[in-house]
């Protein structure tokens, strides 16, 4: 019997080992799991980084327009200042300076109609009797030279 029991508690300890060497093993031939997780983390960190790029990119253009707002109201201020002094100054009283509105300016909305043309042609219209531009003879002379009235080409003096 104790030989029995000295086995069986020889083999469940040969068990124990070799299942943790195992665990081991499977664990270093399956790297997939490991990098799966790095990605999965290194993924959740750029979706961070791009949400707080596109919150500093909302900021800024925010603070942008309060600024160009700010700098188009002061722009104002000194052009009305301007035109005030070049009335009270100048010596008719009358300036070529005007003031600008106050607040935003109102585009005015004009409503031209503009009959749409017709789209461009792609071809030399046609006139009546006469050959069009994609005629083969288009643009020759209307009369032709025979071989024997055509003039030999001139040599040039030296």
């Known amino acids: 019997m104790e030989d029995l029991s000295t086995l069986f ?10 299942a943790a060497i195992g665990y081991f093993i499977l ?3 399956k790297p997939e799991q490991q990098n799966r997780a790095v990605l999965e983390k290194q993924f959740s960190e750029m979706q961070q980084q791009q949400q707080e790029y596109q919150q500093e990119v ?3 253009f925010d603070r942008t ?3 160009l707002n700010e700098l188009a109201e002061s722009y104002r201020s000194v052009h009305n200042h301007i035109v005030e002094g070049a009335q009270n100054l100048h010596a008719s009283g ?12 109102v ?14 042609l792609d071809y030399a219209p046609r006139q009546p009797g006469k050959k069009g531009a994609l005629h083969e003879e288009f643009g020759m002379d209307s009369e032709k030279k025979t071989k024997e009235q055509i003039d030999p080409p001139i040599a ?3």
């Open 65 to 67: 327009g309060e600024l």
């Open 9 to 18: 508690a020889v083999a469940m300890i040969s068990l124990l080992i070799g």
């Open 58 to 60: 909302s900021t800024h």
């Open 156 to 158: 040039p003096h030296l």
């Open 107 to 120: 585009l005015e909305s004009k409503s031209n109609k503009v009959v749409p043309s017709a789209p461009p």
């Open 94 to 105: 009358i300036s070529p300076l005007q003031a600008l509105p106050e607040g935003r300016p």
């Open 27 to 29: 664990g270093r031939l």
